[in-house]
């Protein structure tokens, strides 16, 4: 093999290493209590575990109060890592779901019943 095929062998196959660590799911989790909203008291109260996985562009999303139904979510982050979406609760209410997912923020928050200002942790 010559050089010049040698060099370009390695070189696609750098590419090739570098697109599949890009290529690479992250998870992300946060559990915590919630924040009053006009009108509310108990969301103090209110445990929401939050669990998000991040593959390109793609967010996918599970969030569960304890000792109520799970929801899911999923939405496209934008050129700034950003996101807006909405989550159905059942008996046709829904939760406005936003957040930021970059190198410098990792964070969902949760508006409906109450607010849930979930700053993610990698898994």
């Known amino acids: 093999?010559?050089?010049?095929?040698t060099a370009a062998l390695?070189?696609?196959g750098t590419l090739a290493l570098v697109a599949a660590?890009?290529?690479?799911?992250v998870t992300y989790s946060w559990t915590g209590k919630g924040i009053n909203v006009q009108?509310?008291?108990?969301?103090?109260?209110?445990e929401m575990t939050v669990d998000v996985q991040?593959?390109?562009?793609?967010?996918?999303?599970?969030f569960q109060q304890k000792g109520r139904d799970r929801r899911h979510f999923e939405a496209k982050l934008d050129g700034k890592g950003m996101f807006k979406t909405k989550a159905q609760l059942g008996g046709g209410s829904?939760?406005?779901?936003?957040g930021t997912?970059?190198?410098?923020?990792?964070?969902?928050?949760?508006?409906?019943?109450?607010k849930f200002d979930?700053?993610?942790?990698?898994k």
Request: proline residues 4%; contains cysteine.
């Open 10 to 12: 390695g070189a696609v």
């Open 39 to 46: 009108g509310a008291s108990k969301c103090p109260t209110y």
């Open 54 to 62: 991040v593959d390109g562009t793609d967010v996918k999303g599970e």
């Open 101 to 114: 997912i970059n190198d410098k923020e990792t964070r969902v928050l949760l508006d409906g019943y109450c």
């Open 1 to 5: 093999m010559t050089k010049m095929g």
């Open 118 to 122: 979930a700053k993610l942790m990698k």
């Open 21 to 25: 660590a890009q290529a690479a799911p």
């Open 94 to 98: 829904t939760m406005d779901v936003s």
